[in-house]
């Protein structure tokens, strides 16, 4: 089964609205994990414009029973001096500027960010941290996170949600990703998604694209809790795992 991990930068982008600390980010982690979420994901970015810094820290005690994700740009902002205090479970490593409204597309593994990334993921290894690269559906780039010893990819999801929203070239688009974990997990890579991935194109993904260990979901989640609650969200994700097997 695909496991889900719950991204809360959302709640957090909420509560720095406001200084009330409301809605509260630990909270949020303590309700998706008794509703049944594999892990929790967080992506504090330099500006602290939703997840701080502190919070990476307020939340590790609260996530000790689960699987904690830390996405982040490792050449940006304190995201690799947090790796030996905090030491989660996994680190996703993803390829945005400070700027960035969101994660918008996987690492060009080129020969200089390969060389800037090795050293990056065996720091991640040697603190037994799981590392996974945030990368496109392609084979080339695929095969060249496994030979830079990432333990993992994070294939990014945001042009099939897309392609599932507009009904073009949907099929195609479908074939390249199950391909490219189809061809990860052939070489021993984990395979991960995320980005735009929703109720509605949940399922289609998850029974077309195999093997996928886990994705990480946020921003419609969190829509999906303003209508029917954080619990009930969560639970509605985690049924439509199950159902894909």
């Given at each position: 089964m695909t496991h889900l991990s719950v991204n809360l930068n959302k709640i957090a982008l909420i509560r720095n609205a406001r200084s009330l600390d409301i809605p509260n980010v630990i909270k949020a982690a303590k309700t998706c994990i008794a509703a049944g979420a594999y892990?929790?994901?967080?992506?504090?970015?330099?500006?602290?414009?939703?997840?701080?810094?502190?919070?990476?820290?307020?939340l590790k005690p609260v996530v000790s029973s689960v699987e904690y994700n830390i996405e982040g740009n490792p050449f940006t902002?304190?995201?690799?001096?947090?790796?030996?205090?905090?030491?989660?479970?996994?680190?996703?490593?993803v390829p945005d500027m400070p700027g960035a409204i969101t994660s918008d597309h996987g690492w060009d593994l080129n020969p200089e960010n390969c060389q800037r990334l090795i050293p990056v993921i065996n720091k991640l290894k040697s603190l037994g941290i799981r590392a996974s690269l945030f990368v496109d559906p392609v084979i080339e780039t695929v095969e060249m996170a496994k030979k830079i010893g990432a333990d993992r990819i994070e294939l990014y999801t945001e042009p099939f949600a897309s392609a599932f929203a507009s009904k073009k070239n949907l099929e195609s688009l479908t074939a390249k990703f199950a391909a490219a974990a189809k061809h990860a997990a052939e070489i021993g890579l984990g395979v991960n998604a995320g980005h735009d991935l929703s109720l509605d194109n949940l399922g289609f993904f998850c029974k077309n694209v195999k093997p996928v260990m886990e994705v990480s979901i946020g921003h419609a989640l969190i829509a999906d809790a303003i209508d029917m609650g954080l619990s009930d969200a969560v639970k509605e994700y985690i049924k439509i795992l199950e159902d894909c097997g």
């Amino acid at each position: 089964m695909t496991h889900l991990s719950v991204n809360l930068n959302k709640i957090a982008l909420i509560r720095n609205a406001r200084s009330l600390d409301i809605p509260n980010v630990i909270k949020a982690a303590k309700t998706c994990i008794a509703a049944g979420a594999y892990g929790i994901t967080i992506h504090p970015r330099p500006d602290e414009r939703h997840i701080r810094y502190s919070d990476v820290y307020d939340l590790k005690p609260v996530v000790s029973s689960v699987e904690y994700n830390i996405e982040g740009n490792p050449f940006t902002g304190k995201f690799m001096d947090l790796m030996p205090d905090i030491r989660p479970t996994q680190a996703t490593l993803v390829p945005d500027m400070p700027g960035a409204i969101t994660s918008d597309h996987g690492w060009d593994l080129n020969p200089e960010n390969c060389q800037r990334l090795i050293p990056v993921i065996n720091k991640l290894k040697s603190l037994g941290i799981r590392a996974s690269l945030f990368v496109d559906p392609v084979i080339e780039t695929v095969e060249m996170a496994k030979k830079i010893g990432a333990d993992r990819i994070e294939l990014y999801t945001e042009p099939f949600a897309s392609a599932f929203a507009s009904k073009k070239n949907l099929e195609s688009l479908t074939a390249k990703f199950a391909a490219a974990a189809k061809h990860a997990a052939e070489i021993g890579l984990g395979v991960n998604a995320g980005h735009d991935l929703s109720l509605d194109n949940l399922g289609f993904f998850c029974k077309n694209v195999k093997p996928v260990m886990e994705v990480s979901i946020g921003h419609a989640l969190i829509a999906d809790a303003i209508d029917m609650g954080l619990s009930d969200a969560v639970k509605e994700y985690i049924k439509i795992l199950e159902d894909c097997g």
